[in-house]
C-alpha cells in the first residue's frame, strides 16, 4: 500500500530552533540505531517511520553504522524513503554520521578525511540520496588533528553532499574548538549530539555552557537511557526488549536492582504528573532550551505515541523538580 502522508502532520509538533541556525527541529526526533537493520521486521519499522512523519516528526537520524548488519538501517530508510516518501524529502531533515568502525583497515573508522568523505559517499548511494541534512563526525578522534576532520565537514558542506554540519560525542573543551575552526572555514558548527538523560548527566559540567554560549543546538540521545527509563524493566528483562538482544548495546548486567529501585521511584513522580516515566523523562530534557530536540528511539508505533504524548505536559513545579533530583542523588 502507497504511503500518503497525514494532512494535520503540523498541527501538535513544536519546533525549536537549532541554536542561532535558521534551522528547526521538531521537539522530538527519531533515531534509527535499533530496530531499523536487516535483523527487524521491515513492515513494523516502515509503519514506525509512517507514524513519526504523520505526527511532525520530520528529523530523522541514522549513522553509517546503524543495523545490524552495519549500513543496514541507512539502506532500509533508504528503501521506505524511495518507494513511499520521496515527494516529502525537502519536509525532512536526515541526518548520517561517521566515527566509529565501519569498514575493515586503515581508512574505516575515527575521524580522517579520507575516511569521512569516503563514508558519506557510501551513506549516500545506500539511502539514495543526493544530500544528507546534517552530517556529523561521530566522536573525536585522538590522534587526527581536529582541523582535518572539521575540515572534512566543511568539504562535504562544500560539495552540496551535506546542508549542516555537526559534532557528536565531544567534549566541552574540543567543542569550542571544533565549532572556531568550522566557523574560521565559513561552515557554522550548528548542532551537537551528546548523550543526555535523567541517568547521564555528563553535559550539565560544561558543554551546555558552550552550546549555549556558542549559539549550537543540543540533540540529546539515549533520553530514555535506552529503555531504562520506562516501564521496560519493572517486572524484569521482557523477551523482545533492548537488554535481551544479543546485539542490543543494553546489557542485561546494567537493568541492576539499585537502577530498578531508582526507576520505581521516578514513575510514582511521573503517574503523580498524569504522565508515563518515557514522558517524564521526555519533559525533563525539554524543560532546558537550550536542548533543541529529544531523539527518541521505539521498536513499535505505541511506544512511540507514548513518546509523543510527552509534549502535552513539559512544564514542571519546583517541588516536582526537587523531588527528582531528591531519587537521582540517593
Ligand atoms: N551519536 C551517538 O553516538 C549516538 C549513540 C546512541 C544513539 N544515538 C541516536 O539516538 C537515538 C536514540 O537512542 P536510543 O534508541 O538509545 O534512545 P532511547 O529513547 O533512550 O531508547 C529507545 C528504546 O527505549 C524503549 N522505549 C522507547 N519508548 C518507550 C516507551 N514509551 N515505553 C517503553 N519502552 C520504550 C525501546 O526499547 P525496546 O527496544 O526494548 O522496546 C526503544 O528501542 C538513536 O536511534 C540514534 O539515532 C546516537
Redesign the pocket.
Known amino acids: 500500500m502507497s504511503y500518503t502522508a497525514n494532512s494535520a502532520r503540523y498541527s501538535s509538533m513544536q519546533y525549536r530552533r537549532c541554536g542561532i541556525s535558521g534551522l528547526k527541529l521538531p521537539a522530538l526526533s527519531?533515531?534509527?540505531?535499533?530496530?531499523f537493520g536487516d535483523v527487524d521486521i521491515y513492515d513494523n519499522f516502515r509503519k514506525i517511520i509512517f507514524k513519526a512523519f504523520d505526527e511532525g516528526i520530520t528529523h530523522f537520524?541514522?549513522?553509517n553504522n546503524?543495523g545490524p548488519p552495519l549500513g543496514s538501517a541507512e539502506k532500509n530508510f533508504g528503501i521506505i524513503l524511495g518507494k513511499d516518501m520521496r515527494n516529502y524529502r525537502d519536509e525532512m531533515i536526515i541526518s548520517t554520521?561517521a566515527g566509529?568502525y565501519m569498514w575493515q583497515g586503515p581508512y574505516g573508522e575515527w575521524g580522517s578525511r579520507k575516511y569521512l568523505l569516503s563514508s558519506l559517499d557510501q551513506s549516500l548511494k545506500r539511502m539514495n540520496l543526493e544530500y544528507v541534512d546534517i552530517f556529523?563526525s561521530?566522536?573525536p578522534d585522538p590522534e587526527t588533528p581536529l582541523e582535518e576532520t572539521m575540515g572534512a565537514l566543511d568539504h562535504a558542506v562544500r560539495l552540496g553532499k551535506a546542508i549542516y554540519a555537526g559534532v557528536?560525542?565531544y567534549n566541552a573543551e574540543m567543542t569550542a574548538k571544533a565549532y572556531d575552526i568550522l566557523k574560521s572555514m565559513g561552515t557554522p558548527c550548528v548542532i551537537h549530539?551528546p548523550?543526555y538523560?535523567m541517568l547521564e548527566r555528563w553535559v550539565e559540567g560544561g558543554l551546555m555552557d558552550v552550546l549555549g554560549e556558542k549559539g549550537i543546538g543540543c540533540i540529546a540521545?539515549?533520553?530514555?537511557?535506552?529503555?531504562l527509563?520506562?516501564?521496560?524493566y519493572l517486572e524484569g528483562i521482557?523477551e523482545?526488549?533492548?537488554?535481551s538482544k544479543p546485539h542490543?548495546?543494553?546489557k542485561n548486567s546494567q537493568v541492576t536492582p539499585e537502577v530498578i529501585e531508582k526507576i520505581r521511584k521516578l514513575n510514582s513522580i511521573a503517574s503523580e504528573r498524569g504522565q508515563?516515566l518515557?514522558q517524564m523523562a521526555i519533559a525533563w530534557l525539554l524543560k532546558d532550551e537550550r536542548v533543541t530536540s529529544v531523539?527518541?528511539?521505539?521498536?513499535?508505533v505505541s511506544?512511540?505515541s507514548?513518546?509523543l504524548a510527552a509534549l502535552k505536559n513539559t512544564g514542571f513545579e519546583k517541588r516536582e523538580l526537587q523531588k527528582i533530583e531528591e531519587v537521582l542523588k540517593g
Open positions: 527519531l533515531g534509527l540505531w535499533h530496530n537520524d541514522l549513522a546503524y554520521k566509529y556529523y561521530h566522536r557528536s560525542n549530539q548523550k538523560s540521545f539515549s533520553p530514555l537511557a535506552q529503555g527509563l520506562t516501564n521496560r521482557p523482545g526488549s533492548r537488554a542490543g548495546f543494553l508515563s518515557a531523539l527518541i528511539g521505539a521498536s513499535s511506544q512511540l507514548d513518546n
